[in-house]
């Protein structure tokens, strides 16, 4: 597959991650590295989600033609991508210990992977969530189809019953 946004999004965290921390500005917040922590990841996994449909949508006729049914969207490839966040975020943490102007905490390797299943997870219940109206609707389709065919046989029956009379 081909995941440009990811890549590019790949690359920017890194240079954030590598940048000396007295480049960034100070905020009264608590646990403010934390929470940035946090939505970088949470938003990779939004960025990963994004770029695999784009992929999907771009190569969808090609997929029509060669008579492959890939899904944009598996249980398997978020599981994938959030195994990429963690271990990603490892690897920075790594990068950061062997770095004078950084330092590796073994909070900010938490907040990534906090981030990272908290992204999955709500890609996974808006992926249930959009199943579940698809069935409800299909369900929804047929219900009015069963309901159009007997309205119809009903007429006919009455017409028929019209037509033994006369």
Known sequence: M????TFIYCIIVLVLSVL?????????VSYADK???FLMYFFMIGVMVADSFLFY????????????SEKPMT???????????????????IIQFFLPTRSAEWGDLLSNSIGAF???????????????AQKFRQKAKAEDSDAIKSL??????????KNKIC
Do not use: C
């Open 2 to 5: 081909n995941y440009k946004l």
């Open 20 to 28: 000396p921390s007295n480049s960034f500005p100070k905020v009264d």
């Open 35 to 37: 929470i940035v922590h």
């Open 57 to 68: 949508s771009k190569s969808a006729k090609f997929l029509q033609k060669t008579a492959h």
């Open 75 to 93: 249980n398997k490839k978020l599981l994938y991508f959030f195994f990429f966040a963690v271990i990603f975020g490892v690897v920075i943490e």
């Open 118 to 132: 908290v992204g999955i997870s709500v890609i996974f219940f808006v992926k249930k969530l959009i199943n579940f």
């Open 152 to 161: 119809f046989f009903l007429r006919l029956g009455t017409a028929k019953q």
